[in-house]
């Protein structure tokens, strides 16, 4: 079990993760399809290049998906219960196909649950980031954690 018990989570902790994802043609065009988006700018390279971004636009809920399961392993791998919800999804800066692509997170919030005690909240601040640097996409996720065993 790589994730981590509500009680060994402080506000604040940072990690970076190693796992780093470089997103593919083959990634884009089946989440996209799979999940029944048409958007030109993810499938239509002629419409794509003709568009402001001039190429491919990788499919923004992939880009969301991916940055938060590139967390998963440091952070709720084996311990979580269940994610309560997303906040604040921003997407500041586009992904493309080619881009490779890393995730930060923070821990921002705990709090004990009332109605399951052997279980807290952690709220994490998730960041994913290109190779430029640039953050392409964050979110706060709200993720219903065991508490360790006693």
């Given amino acids: ?10 506000i604040g902790e940072k990690i970076i993760h190693e796992i780093r994802r470089t997103v593919t043609e ?10 029944h988006n048409p958007q030109p700018l993810h499938l239509d390279l002629e419409a794509a290049k003709a568009s402001e971004f001039g ?13 938060v399961g590139l967390s998963v392993g440091d952070t709720t791998l084996g311990t979580l ?11 500041p800066h586009p992904v493309f196909i080619g881009d490779t692509l890393h995730a930060v997170s923070e821990v921002t919030e705990l709090r004990a649950s009332r109605s399951r005690p052997a279980a807290g909240i ?6 994913l ?7 392409v996409c964050q979110c706060l996720r709200s993720a219903l954690v065991k508490k360790a065993p006693a």
């Fill in 1 to 10: 079990m790589a994730g981590r018990y509500f009680d060994q989570w402080q």
């Fill in 26 to 35: 083959t990634d884009n065009l089946l989440f996209s399809t799979m999940t």
């Fill in 129 to 135: 980031i290109n190779q430029r640097g640039e953050t």
């Fill in 122 to 127: 952690v709220t994490f601040s998730h960041q």
């Fill in 81 to 91: 219960v269940a994610n309560l919800g997303y906040d604040k999804v921003t997407m």
């Fill in 55 to 67: 190429q491919i636009l990788v499919n923004g809920t992939f880009t969301f998906a991916l940055m």
